[in-house]
């Protein structure tokens, strides 16, 4: 019983200490110094569910690994995120509109919208771009950010 009570301890330390390096290192080089992405999420397993601390890697991943500001997500997997048909862009003549996730950078994602005719062609251009603050993406948008950035890097 003592034996379980030390671990518990020393484990609940090892997690205090961890969390006392991020505000000082930032949640990036806290990965790193401890081994990788998986040992720190053996370690705090739920340090991620929170939105704020996925926007925190998010944006330290960016400045550690783009020297412009902004990681586009063609580079890293020879295509967009896409967040599926638009329905507000509906125009009733068999054409759809398609969203994607462009690129991630300065703390927001640029999001472009693409016509298709009804035999599924997409017309060349975008018809729409906007940017989206982290903040305000919705979970399983930023969810999708996240894992391709912590899949790629980490």
Do not use: A, C, W
């Amino acid at each position: 019983m003592k034996r379980l009570i030390k671990k518990i301890l020393k484990e609940e330390s090892l997690k205090q200490t961890i969390m006392d390096y991020i505000p000082e290192l930032g949640v990036l080089e806290t990965i790193k110094m401890i081994g990788g992405f998986d040992i720190f999420n053996e370690i705090l397993p739920n340090y991620f569910d929170s939105n704020e601390h996925k926007i925190d890697l998010i944006n330290e991943l960016v400045i550690d690994n783009d020297p412009d500001g902004h990681i586009h997500f063609y580079e890293l997997m020879n295509l967009e995120i896409s967040l599926g048909q638009v329905d507000s862009y509906e125009n009733g003549d068999g054409h759809t509109f398609e969203q994607y996730i462009l690129s991630v950078g300065d703390g927001s994602v640029l999001i472009s919208v693409y016509e298709y005719d009804e035999y599924d062609n997409m017309y060349g251009d975008s018809v729409d771009n906007y940017r989206v603050s982290l903040k305000k993406l919705p979970n399983n948008e930023l969810n999708k950010v996240f894992k391709v950035l912590v899949d790629y890097y980490l």
